[in-house]
């Protein structure tokens, strides 16, 4: 790696991201010791700015950050650098320097899951459809789910594509409803694929 260490003074910021949810959990800092260093041990270390001396985190907690990889930027001035940590990143007990949760997110998927939980968890005051589904029971739950799956290979033998991703939307909406009824969640279903992979 050619990098270029004259522009922040013998320095170069080190984005820390956790290599299976993809969450920034730090920015620190490394000259060529400390990625030296890291490249050595796949722990990763900094400089730090404040002691002036370099340091492996989690040398006093535990909580070390195991390298999975590194990237360079196009300035060839920043680093990217993939993580498996161990335990919290923040010296201050939280996952994230930014007090957010390390948990896998699926974008509109996990707001989806957020909405449905919620209409779940207020079904006796929610008149929404998702909240009747809920009242009817598991066993409407899992019938819309089915019917939901016929559609789909329905409209897969034929020519619409609108339809048929309409009814895909159908069915993987239904199929997140039915998941929370039996107390699950997507990323229970991803852990089971990546354990298959």
């Not at 990625?35 to 270390?45: A, I, P, Y």
């Not at 997110?105 to 209409?119: M, Y």
């Amino acid at each position: 790696m050619n990098i270029d260490y004259d522009k922040h003074n013998g320095l170069v910021p080190a984005i820390i991201q956790d290599n299976t949810t993809n969450n920034v959990l730090m920015l620190g800092y490394m000259n060529e010791e400390a990625l030296n260093k890291t490249l050595e041990t796949k722990l990763v270390t900094f400089f730090s700015r404040t002691k002036q001396r370099i340091w492996t985190k989690g040398e006093e907690s535990g909580h070390v950050l195991n390298l999975v990889s590194i990237k360079l930027d196009c300035d060839s001035d920043t680093l990217l650098i993939k993580v498996n940590p161990k335990g919290p990143t923040c010296h201050k007990g939280s996952d994230t320097c930014w007090n957010d949760n390390n948990t896998q997110n699926f974008g509109f998927l996990s707001d989806l899951e957020t909405v449905i939980e919620n209409r779940k968890n207020n079904a006796s005051e929610d008149t929404s459809y998702v909240a009747s589904l809920f009242s009817k029971g598991i066993n409407k739950i899992a019938q819309k789910v089915g019917e939901e799956a016929v559609e789909v290979v329905i409209e897969a033998k034929d020519s619409n594509d609108d339809l048929f991703l309409n009814e895909s939307a159908d069915l993987l909406f239904h199929y997140l409803i039915l998941l929370q009824a039996k107390g699950f969640k997507l990323q229970d279903i991803v852990n089971i694929l990546k354990e298959r992979h």
